[in-house]
């Protein structure tokens, strides 16, 4: 599958932007799709994942509350509504296909099989 995300700009602290992560080829049936972040010299971190089947969702701790993950099956798409950003929210925001992801490896980017080629999100103070 090839993913494409997009949705990245720049946004004021406190507001709010929504990614979307658009697939062709195969689709994401049984799988789930994630987004990861990566700051500027920091390691790519979790940020949420969405269940394709069924819908069930999981977030990071530092986004619960803020960040929604959701999908829409007719478009393919995967979305993550970001409100309330905070400058430290910026960074280049990955979406990630996993066809066999477990619930134990959900948070870490090994268990994903396909990416896409990033968004930069940056929240100015």
């Known amino acids: 599958v090839q993913l494409q995300a997009s949705g990245g700009g720049l946004v004021q602290a406190g507001g709010s932007l929504r990614l979307s992560c658009a697939a062709s080829?195969?689709?994401?049936?049984?799988?789930?799709v994630g987004w990861f972040r990566q700051a500027p010299g920091k390691e790519r971190e979790f940020v949420a994942a969405?269940?394709?089947?069924?819908?069930?969702?999981y977030y990071a701790d530092s986004v619960k509350g803020r960040f929604t993950i959701d999908r829409d099956n007719s478009k393919n798409t995967a979305y993550l509504q970001m409100r309330s950003l905070k400058p430290e929210d910026t960074a280049v925001y990955y979406c990630?296909?996993?066809?066999?992801?477990?619930?134990?490896?959900?948070?870490?980017?090994?268990?994903?099989?396909?990416w896409g080629q990033g968004t930069l999100v940056t929240v100015s103070s």
């Open positions: 990630a296909a996993g066809y066999s992801v477990i619930l134990s490896t959900i948070q870490l980017s090994r268990a994903y099989d396909s």
């Open positions: 080829g195969r689709t994401f049936r049984n799988g789930a």
């Open positions: 969405i269940r394709w089947s069924g819908g069930s969702t």
